[in-house]
């Protein structure tokens, strides 16, 4: 049964910042931006035992990871201090869908460390926010000039295709983020809808279920299963991956609640 290809995209960030962009990520949650802010005061102390916490429970919590990782650059003095502080304050900017702010924190950033791969991962972030895919495809590149094997950059890359139609591209920079990467659920995520949307449905859910392991708590997956088991005919399977998704989605996704509740009263007849 033709559904409409309603799929939840995953959108930016990664960051692995910017998080990692165009990202299907988890809700950062309170904790996350409480740490986030701490490191942008200069606390990184503070922030790094919150951004553990935070991983002791939900280890695929993949932006307290990226996180981590720019802290431990700056244990190993790859960084200044300073780096940091735009770069976290330039994050908590980017959550709050404030661009132009994240851009302006992004060069800060990079006209004191401009060989520092995340500064050009976060501008592309940011580039990405306000719609300027071209500048944001850029960025992504030099950060994999600077690091080949960058996982991040692959990714947010490859959500930028997902926006632009390119899915074979995105296929593939999703495919070199887990060879880098291998539990990476959002990358498995976003490749599912690229493969989605090349009639690849085999695939699609294969890459849907990969996420749903890694991350159980990516709760837009299931609503992707669901209609990718329609398009497969498989309608008793999407039932139960709606119902699945009604249970544990946020109220804030309005949308996709209406369309998925719609859709079990179809498929009840």
């Known amino acids: 049964m033709k559904t409409g290809k309603a799929l939840i995209p995953a959108l930016f960030l990664l960051l692995a910042v910017l998080p990692a962009v165009i ?19 200069g606390r990184f102390p503070a922030a790094k035992k919150i951004f553990q916490e935070i991983l002791a429970g939900d280890p695929a919590h993949e932006r307290s990871l990226h996180c981590l990782n720019i802290l431990e650059d700056l244990e190993k003095q790859k960084i200044k201090k300073e780096t940091a502080v735009h770069l976290f304050k330039g994050l908590s900017y980017f959550y709050q869908d404030k661009f132009t702010e994240a851009l302006a924190e992004a060069n800060l950033a990079l006209g004191i460390d401009p060989k520092y791969k995340r500064c050009y991962n976060a501008r592309g972030g940011a580039y990405f926010g306000l719609g300027k ?14 690091d080949p094997e960058y996982a991040g950059a692959f990714y947010n890359r490859g959500c930028v295709y ?6 074979a591209r995105a296929i593939c920079d999703f495919d070199q983020a887990l060879k880098i990467t291998p ?15 090349q009639g690849q449905f085999l ?57 998925a509740r719609k859709r079990l009263e179809v498929l009840g007849k």
């Open 133 to 146: 895919k071209e500048e944001a495809l850029a960025d992504f590149n030099r950060a994999l000039k600077i």
């Open 162 to 167: 997902i926006r632009t139609e390119e899915y």
């Open 203 to 259: 695939w699609a859910l294969a890459d849907f279920n990969r996420a749903l392991e890694i991350n159980p708590r990516l709760t837009e997956a299931h609503m992707n299963r669901a209609v990718t088991l329609e398009e497969l005919g498989k309608e008793k399977e999407a039932r139960e991956a709606y119902k699945k998704f009604l249970q544990d989605a946020p109220p804030t996704l309005t949308r996709e609640i209406d369309y």
């Open 23 to 41: 990202c299907a990520q988890q809700s950062p949650g309170a904790s996350h931006l409480h740490a986030v802010d701490l490191a942008g005061q």
């Open 183 to 197: 539990k990476f659920a959002s990358a498995f995520y976003n490749r599912g809808i690229a493969h989605f949307h």
